[in-house]
């Protein structure tokens, strides 16, 4: 069974620039979530969507945006680079939305960002 | 909002020993807290969870402890080996409004496993 497949895995802009990245969950989960993480802040949750609908919003500003296609793949999009915005972005899937017995969370390799 | 504290940020064992890593969390609402494994390069990979209405789990070498009244958690490591070495994260949700919530970590703990 598939894991979480982020792409692309590594990748660089420039500032101001713009910036999708893509996240395919596991077959049959419908719940996808979004993370930042960096060495000074360490993981941060950004969003989560379950069944197309955004469900909660981590505290990120409007240039950090995502959305969940039916077929429940994600992607996330970050818009007017900057310096700041350089971290790994790592995606989350599991079964459904909510913390009940047997609703796992797992996450996929991460797309590494850099913004030069 | 909820907020969660690891410690140590370092541990250093020799192989064979024990680890322990613990983690108090502020929100007494929160449900859930799994443990995650990073290795470098690699995406959290999770490796144990524990839901508030169980004290203690156990999976072979590792086992998590919860403490509701004191809202702490500790992850116990026994028989450390050197592929143990990687990075652990702590986390905790709430499951606000039958969303998954938001995991909010710890700041993780650098484990290293002298041979």
């Known amino acids: 069974k598939a894991g979480v497949t982020q792409t692309p895995r590594y990748l660089i802009k420039t500032r101001g620039q713009q910036v999708t990245l893509s996240c395919s969950p596991i077959s049959g989960h419908r719940s996808v979530s979004w993370y930042q993480q960096t060495p000074g802040q360490g993981l941060q949750f950004l969003f989560e969507y379950f069944s197309e609908t955004q469900r909660n919003k981590g505290n990120f500003p409007g240039r950090f945006s995502g959305r969940q296609f039916s077929n429940s793949r994600s992607e996330m999009n970050v818009s007017t680079l900057e310096l700041g915005d350089s971290a790994l972005y790592l995606c989350?899937?599991?079964?459904?939305?909510?913390?009940?017995?047997?609703?796992?969370?797992?996450f996929g390799e991460g797309s590494w960002l850099t913004v030069v | 909002g909820e907020n969660v504290e690891q410690h140590p940020s370092t541990l250093s064992v020799q192989e064979g020993d024990s680890a322990v890593i613990k983690c108090t969390y502020s929100?007494?609402?929160?449900?859930?807290f799994p443990w995650y494994k990073q290795e470098l390069g690699k995406g959290p990979q999770l490796i144990i969870d524990?839901?508030?209405?169980?004290g203690e789990k156990k999976d072979q070498r590792i086992a998590v402890t919860l403490n509701k009244t004191a809202k702490h958690f500790s992850l116990h490591i026994t028989e450390t080996q050197p592929e143990d070495s990687a990075v652990y994260f702590c986390?905790?949700?709430?499951?606000?409004?039958?969303?998954?919530?938001?995991?909010?970590f710890g700041k993780g703990t650098k484990l290293s496993v002298k041979p």
């Open positions: 989350a899937s599991s079964l459904q939305s909510g913390t009940y017995s047997g609703n796992t969370i797992y």
């Open positions: 524990i839901r508030s209405n169980v």
């Open positions: 986390a905790a949700s709430t499951g606000y409004g039958g969303s998954q919530g938001n995991l909010i």
């Open positions: 929100d007494s609402a929160s449900n859930y």
